[in-house]
């Protein structure tokens, strides 16, 4: 019943090069997501608004399609439509990538097209906010893709006994990548930034942008070279010389009416969507809570940020080695506690004090890494073989379709309590309810159903 999943063989240079993909894309995540897009679209809009570089005197409001929205709400719609859009394209990359006889082509376009959208945003100058949302879209949606196919390389270049350690290589090597960048780029905005020259900010401010559309292209080219094709043995035959993207799309619309047949993998993903959402929350809003709540000043903020990049990579190496000696699922749900001190030392931080604040961007770093890298190669032991593609597009939604859930939860308890505190705190409940339903799959038995050998340890 159960078919064995050893990886066939792969070369160090080639998991090597597998690495290097997530020390690429990360500088998207952190410089332009993270750090510098939403403050610097946002003051483009303003511009267009009408309010000039530190004004208070305008409208306040723009008309991108004859719709009226405030300047200060455009980039969060613009984050907002491009998950709506993600949710319907990474599915169908994933079936894409199935069926493809060779996947880096795959990889290389989405990966490029998501660098050289990055990289135009050098042209958004102005008042052309609507370049820079549409060039934001282009490059949300194409990382998205990129990062489906990456991943369905994963069950190809390692064993089930080896994935976690691989993962957690892979993961671990992209925080740093994300880490050197952004540090690089704080570096040089710190150095050329003149006090009350707001248009010598702005200006620095794109051009961070742009070298972290360069860097993703840049080293997106190690692994195009360094990985091997590994497709399955039934892909060629099972195209028959149809054309790929119907037969992809053929193929989701199967898989979606399939998916009944794999439901303690369906059960893991949504184990794995709750306890994940409290993970994005925690990220996104850490920020916000140590401005707004704890009220500490930029630098402090941005000092944090680096913490928690750099500590998620010896975090993420350090929990895929605890994983070879206890098992995957148990070191996630290790860290899903871990997860639940640090939301509740939050509770307690002093204000106005920031070197609590970076203890707890230590704790963040040092559990973010490994449970994000260990979810990931714990899923790939659930999928049936040759549908890598197909249900990493699923993981990816789960991760970016349904991120408004804890935003939402904490804004509620904002709403009736007005205090950032309890809101943080409130986040417990997606790592206990997520923790205990992971704790409930019966992995070895669901391992075996999606057809796959278990490892030696879970």
């Not at 994933?94 to 990889?107: F, S, T, V």
């Not at 920020?287 to 000043?297: M, V």
């Not at 899903?336 to 604040?357: M, N, Q, R, Y």
Request: a neutral charge; one cysteine or more; glycine letters at 12%.
């Amino acid at each position: 019943m159960t078919a064995a999943t050893t990886a066939p063989a792969s070369t160090r240079r080639e998991r090597t090069g597998w690495y290097f993909y997530d020390w690429a894309n990360s500088a998207f995540s952190t410089t332009v997501i993270t750090v510098f897009l939403g403050p610097f679209l946002t003051s483009v809009t303003e511009q267009a608004a009408g309010c000039a570089l530190g004004a208070d005197d305008c409208d306040g409001r723009v008309h991108p399609l004859g719709i009226t929205i405030a300047a200060g709400s455009y980039f969060p719609y613009l984050v907002s439509l491009s998950v709506l859009l993600t949710v319907f394209v990474l599915p169908v990359m994933g079936a894409i990538a199935d069926r493809a006889e060779r996947k880096k082509p795959l990889l290389a376009a989405a990966a490029f097209v998501g660098a050289g959208a990055t990289i135009a945003m050098a042209f958004v100058t102005g008042e052309r906010y609507l370049l820079g949302g549409l060039l934001f879209i282009i490059a949300n949606i194409a990382f998205g893709a990129s990062v489906v196919v990456y991943n369905s390389f994963l069950p190809r270049l390692a064993g089930p006994d080896e994935r976690d350690k691989v993962s957690s290589r892979g993961w671990a090597l992209g925080y740093l990548g994300g880490g050197v960048l952004l540090l690089i780029n704080l570096a040089v905005v710190t150095a050329l930034s003149v006090d009350g020259d707001d248009q010598r900010t702005l200006d620095l401010a794109r051009w961070s942008i742009v070298s972290a559309g360069v860097w993703w292209a840049a080293f997106t080219l190690l692994p195009l070279r360094w990985l091997k094709e590994h497709p399955a043995a039934d892909v060629a035959q099972a195209r028959g010389g149809g054309n790929l993207l119907t037969d992809g799309f053929r193929q989701l619309g199967h898989t979606i009416r399939n998916l009944r047949a794999y439901p303690l993998t369906l059960f893991f993903l949504v184990a794995y969507l709750i306890y994940n959402d409290g993970i994005q929350t925690v990220i996104s809003l850490a920020a916000q809570f140590g401005s707004e709540e704890l009220h500490l000043e930029q630098s402090a903020l941005i000092l944090t940020i680096l913490i928690v990049q750099f500590l998620a990579f010896g975090g993420a190496l350090l929990l895929g080695g605890l994983a070879t000696r206890i098992g995957a699922r148990k070191t996630v749900l290790l860290a899903l506690a871990l997860w639940l001190g640090v939301i509740l030392a939050a509770f307690w931080l002093p204000e106005g004090e920031p070197v609590p604040f970076m203890l707890l961007g230590v704790g963040i770093g040092l559990v973010m890494g490994g449970s994000q890298a260990l979810s990931r190669s714990l899923f790939s032991q659930l999928i049936p073989e040759g549908r890598e593609g197909e249900y990493y597009g699923f993981y990816e939604i789960s991760d970016k379709g349904t991120s408004w859930l804890g935003p939402l939860a904490f804004g509620l308890v904002f709403q009736l309590t007005n205090s950032y505190r309890i809101g943080i705190v409130s986040l417990v409940v997606f790592f206990v309810v997520g923790g205990i339903l992971l704790a409930m799959v019966p992995m070895r038995r669901a391992i075996v159903a999606a057809g796959n050998t278990p490892p030696r340890l879970l």
